[in-house]
């Protein structure tokens, strides 16, 4: 997997970083995943839909500030960010023109790194 | 193009994120290329998410080093300690195994050599095909050459006229063959002095005292020479001349001389 590493385009902790989430999207897909949550608790198996419900409390920071975005800029990174989902299948997902979720996807970034800097 | 809007649009932060589309991944990459302020701006970013990263990031649960570096390890290394879990007959089959591996190898490399040789003694005997071929070809043209020039020796008419060596050439001999009936004369050179360079051998009919080319002589060792047609001759002579002949005979270089017997 080393040699898909490309210096001329970032660094290595960006690179790694997005193999981390990759894989955490990847495994939270996965059938043996969903399986074991749905054997602890069926109610559990949302993955599917972006969560729109309130904030649980034990959630990490970033993922609290996401929370505290408004409505259409949490849903897009919940959906992209967080559940892999790429530009053109939140359109779908959504029933809003891909342009529109890149404009709120880039917005949401930039709301979101206002927050964090805070 | 507005380079400080493009930075200042949100571009980058997905796509450091990894959350940008394929398209935009590559116009990024592209404009950071012609753009410093663009390529620095992505170095910026990625600073930023890996001192946000430290900063905020749950540190892994304990066991996850170790657990990793185990699977890790496994992947890269032989270890020694498996060693022990294996059992004698497994011990027993994994030298058998390897005694037969070694019986195998050197059986291969018996029948590489036998394969190598017989090989070669197959391009060694091809190479002697060919050239017995070869041989067998020239001796058939031989053949047929000694045919054609025995039925020519043989023809009713002809005369067979020895020339032999004059005096300090001594040892030189040639034949010709005159067939009276169609005039036709062929030479046998049987043997000359090999010729110089520029010079060839010609022979002459003496007719009535008066030498007549009957034609330039080329290699005739082997087998007879058609030379021209010759009426009436007594004598016939062969002279060293420059290339090409002469129309006259350069006496002091004779060779052989021969009478006509009648």
């Known amino acids: 997997m080393i040699d898909s590493y490309d210096p001329d385009k970032g660094k290595l902790f960006t690179w790694m970083f997005n193999i981390a989430r990759n894989t955490a999207i990847d495994l939270a897909r996965s059938k043996e995943w969903r399986n074991s949550k749905r054997n602890n608790r069926l109610t559990d198996d949302y993955a599917q839909l972006p969560d729109r419900s309130l904030p649980p409390s034990d959630l990490p920071e970033l993922r609290k500030i996401v929370y505290?975005?408004?409505?259409?800029?949490?849903?897009?990174?919940?959906?992209?960010?967080?559940?892999?989902?790429?530009?053109?299948?939140?359109?779908?997902?959504?029933?809003?023109?891909?342009?529109?979720?890149?404009?709120?996807?880039?917005?949401?970034?930039?709301?979101?790194?206002k927050k964090i800097n805070l | 193009m507005d380079i400080k809007a493009y930075i200042e649009s949100g571009v980058i932060e997905s796509y450091v994120l990894g959350i940008a589309d394929a398209e935009e991944a590559a116009e990024l990459q592209r404009l950071s290329l012609e753009y410093p302020a663009i390529a620095a701006a992505i170095k910026e970013r990625e600073q930023w998410l890996r001192e946000f990263s430290e900063a905020t990031g749950r540190p892994?649960?304990?066991?996850?080093?170790?657990?990793?570096?185990?699977?890790?390890?496994?992947?890269?290394?032989?270890?020694?300690?498996?060693?022990?879990?294996?059992?004698?007959?497994?011990?027993?089959?994994?030298a058998?195994?390897?005694?037969?591996?070694?019986?195998?190898?050197?059986?291969?490399?018996?029948?590489?050599?036998?394969?190598?040789?017989?090989?070669?003694?197959?391009?060694?005997?091809?190479?002697?095909?060919?050239?017995?071929?070869?041989?067998?070809?020239?001796?058939?043209?031989?053949?047929?050459a000694f045919d054609h020039d025995l039925k020519i020796m043989s023809e009713p008419g002809v005369i067979k006229v020895l020339l032999a060596g004059v005096t300090g050439k001594e040892g030189s001999l040639a034949t010709v063959y005159w067939n009276t009936h169609s005039r036709?004369?062929?030479?046998?050179?049987?043997?000359?002095?090999?010729?110089?360079?520029?010079?060839?051998?010609?022979?002459?009919?003496?007719?009535?005292?008066?030498?007549?080319?009957?034609?330039?002589?080329?290699?005739?060792?082997?087998?007879?020479?058609?030379?021209?047609?010759?009426?009436?001759?007594?004598?016939?002579?062969?002279?060293?001349?420059?290339?090409?002949?002469?129309?006259?005979?350069?006496?002091?270089?004779?060779?052989?001389?021969?009478?006509?017997?009648?």
């Open chain 2, 184 to 262: 036709d004369v062929y030479l046998m050179a049987n043997n000359l002095p090999p010729v110089p360079s520029g010079k060839q051998y010609q022979l002459w009919a003496l007719v009535d005292g008066k030498p007549i080319d009957a034609g330039i002589i080329s290699d005739c060792a082997s087998f007879l020479c058609h030379l021209k047609q010759v009426t009436g001759a007594q004598a016939f002579a062969i002279t060293l001349e420059k290339t090409g002949g002469s129309a006259t005979p350069t006496l002091d270089q004779m060779f052989v001389i021969g009478n006509v017997k009648s």
């Open chain 2, 96 to 144: 058998a195994s390897l005694l037969a591996l070694l019986v195998s190898a050197a059986g291969n490399v018996y029948l590489y050599k036998r394969y190598t040789k017989a090989t070669d003694d197959f391009i060694a005997l091809q190479k002697e095909q060919v050239q017995v071929l070869a041989d067998n070809q020239a001796y058939q043209a031989r053949l047929t």
């Open chain 2, 60 to 94: 892994a649960p304990d066991g996850v080093k170790d657990q990793l570096l185990q699977s890790l390890n496994k992947e890269f290394a032989v270890t020694p300690g498996s060693i022990h879990f294996i059992n004698r007959r497994f011990k027993f089959i994994a």
């Open chain 1, 68 to 113: 505290s975005l408004k409505d259409e800029y949490k849903t897009v990174i919940e959906l992209s960010y967080f559940e892999g989902y790429t530009q053109k299948e939140i359109a779908t997902m959504e029933q809003i023109p891909l342009g529109t979720v890149k404009t709120r996807l880039r917005a949401a970034l930039l709301q979101l790194k």
